[in-house]
């Protein structure tokens, strides 16, 4: 059993309630547009990290993070992006990996909206956590964190709190 916090969009700004949503965590995931190197580095020394770079990530961090990553924790078989659209409005560049790696579970951001589908052409759980920063459109803040038993996640939970009441 690995407990999962899946996160987004941070946007360089790492909120104190993230901290306590995944105080028991054994790793933490980031889609992206992390925003600089220390706020990796900070969330680094918190949990484990494995993260991709967004769009608005500089050059110093696309070089410590890739733009796609495929992993396995436990049974499950991972594919992790920023950019990737949802079921049935995937980019095609991102639908054909899909079709071809077959990963269990699919999580990008960027949107900074939370969505967890589950897609029955794909067979694959796609989430994106929405935006766990304080910046962007959005009118929630935004983070998940689940269990990983095997091959199956379960006991999914999320954060959510209006941004006008984060402090």
């Known amino acids: 059993m690995t407990r999962i916090g899946i996160l987004s969009?941070?946007?360089?700004?790492?909120?104190?309630?993230?901290?306590?949503?995944?105080?028991d965590v054994d790793e933490l995931w980031?889609?992206?547009?992390?925003?600089?190197?220390?706020?990796?580095q900070q969330l680094e020394a918190f949990k484990p990290l494995r993260?991709?770079?967004g769009n608005i990530d500089d050059h110093i961090?696309?070089?410590q993070y890739p733009e796609d990553?495929?992993?396995?924790?436990?049974d499950l078989k991972v594919?992790?992006?920023?950019?990737?659209?949802?079921?049935?409005?995937?980019?095609?560049?991102?639908?054909?990996?899909?079709?071809e790696k077959k990963p269990d579970l699919f999580v990008c951001g960027h949107s900074h909206i939370l969505k967890v589908i589950y897609d029955k052409q794909l067979n694959l759980l796609h989430i994106n956590p929405g935006a766990a920063g304080?910046?962007?459109?959005q009118k929630v803040t935004t983070m998940i964190r689940l269990v990983v038993d095997?091959?199956?996640?379960?006991?999914?939970?999320?954060?959510?709190?209006?941004?006008?009441?984060l402090f």
């Open 69 to 74: 990553l495929f992993f396995q924790v436990e």
């Open 134 to 137: 304080n910046s962007g459109f």
């Open 79 to 99: 594919f992790m992006t920023h950019i990737g659209g949802y079921p049935g409005h995937y980019l095609p560049e991102i639908k054909h990996l899909l079709q």
């Open 30 to 40: 980031h889609a992206g547009d992390i925003g600089n190197l220390e706020t990796a």
């Open 51 to 53: 993260a991709v770079h």
């Open 150 to 165: 095997g091959k199956t996640p379960h006991d999914l939970e999320i954060f959510e709190k209006d941004r006008n009441r």
């Open 61 to 63: 961090v696309r070089l």
């Open 9 to 23: 969009d941070t946007h360089g700004t790492l909120l104190p309630q993230l901290f306590d949503f995944f105080k």
